[in-house]
């Protein structure tokens, strides 16, 4: 607004001065409450962004640890276990030896089943010339018959069977020593027989 050349009085002045002054405040008055909703808005606002920036912190960081999630496990590597042999028999006998032992055992079979025989014959005669009678009392019932053959060849069967399993025993000094049973049936009734016909052939 242009006064031109003309000069205001005071009153004039001041009046005017007074009614921009009450405008101003007036004005004030009216946009403070504005400018604090806007502050307010402002700071809810900023919330939001910095929750959204945290939420877009933790899903740029939850890509890694799904993928550390779905990765393969890295395991150790396996050793294979060392494999213990299984305990073995080992015998000290050789295959050789065995059959060797076998072809014994079978000589000495028949070794003691003809002394056996000879025993009971050798029985048979010295009873029969009266000069001897039968001491062994299992074998007394048999004496005056030809049973007596079938009875002495009970004890020869069971040292026959007593060889055999002590020839294929795991100790070694029953395996080493399998032969005597047959052995010592084989010397006693060798030493009867010739003891009967000791008997038999004596002069009265």
Same mark, same amino acid.
């Given at each position: *607004?242009s006064f031109?050349?003309?000069r #205001?009085s ?8 007074r009614?921009l002054a009450?405008?101003?405040l007036a004005?004030?008055?009216l946009a ?5 909703e !806007? #502050?307010? %808005?402002?700071?809810?606002?900023? $919330?939001p962004s &910095?929750a &959204?920036a945290s939420?877009? +912190? +933790?899903?740029a960081?939850?890509?890694?640890t =799904? /993928?550390?999630a779905?990765?393969a496990p890295?395991l150790?590597?396996? $050793?294979p276990?060392?494999?213990h042999?299984? /305990?073995m028999i080992?015998? $000290?006998?050789?295959p050789e030896r %065995?059959?060797t032992?076998l072809?014994?055992?079978q000589? =000495?079979i028949? /070794?003691?089943h003809?002394a #056996?025989?000879f !025993? @009971?014959?050798?029985?048979?005669k @010295?009873? %029969?010339?009266g000069n001897?009678? +039968?001491?062994d009392?299992? *074998? ?7 049973t007596?053959?079938p009875? $002495?060849?009970?004890?020869?069967i069971?040292f !026959?069977?007593l060889?055999?399993?002590? *020839?294929?025993?795991h100790?070694?000094? =029953?395996?080493?020593t399998w032969w005597v049973?047959?052995?010592v049936?084989f /010397?006693? &009734?060798v030493?009867c027989?010739s003891?009967?016909?000791r008997?038999?052939?004596l002069?009265?």
């Amino acid at each position: *607004m242009s006064f031109g050349r003309v000069r #205001a009085s005071n009153t004039c002045v001041k009046s005017h001065t007074r009614r921009l002054a009450i405008g101003n405040l007036a004005i004030l008055t009216l946009a403070f409450p504005l400018c604090a909703e !806007d #502050a307010a %808005s402002s700071l809810k606002g900023a $919330t939001p962004s &910095s929750a &959204s920036a945290s939420r877009a +912190e +933790e899903l740029a960081a939850a890509p890694s640890t =799904l /993928a550390s999630a779905n990765a393969a496990p890295v395991l150790p590597p396996v $050793t294979p276990e060392p494999v213990h042999p299984a /305990a073995m028999i080992v015998r $000290t006998t050789t295959p050789e030896r %065995s059959r060797t032992a076998l072809r014994t055992w079978q000589a =000495l079979i028949v /070794a003691q089943h003809t002394a #056996a025989a000879f !025993d @009971a014959w050798t029985t048979r005669k @010295a009873l %029969s010339s009266g000069n001897g009678y +039968e001491r062994d009392p299992l *074998m007394k019932p048999f004496a005056n018959s030809a049973t007596i053959y079938p009875a $002495t060849q009970a004890a020869p069967i069971l040292f !026959d069977f007593l060889g055999y399993r002590m *020839m294929r025993s795991h100790n070694r000094y =029953l395996r080493h020593t399998w032969w005597v049973p047959q052995a010592v049936s084989f /010397a006693g &009734s060798v030493w009867c027989g010739s003891r009967n016909l000791r008997v038999a052939n004596l002069k009265r």
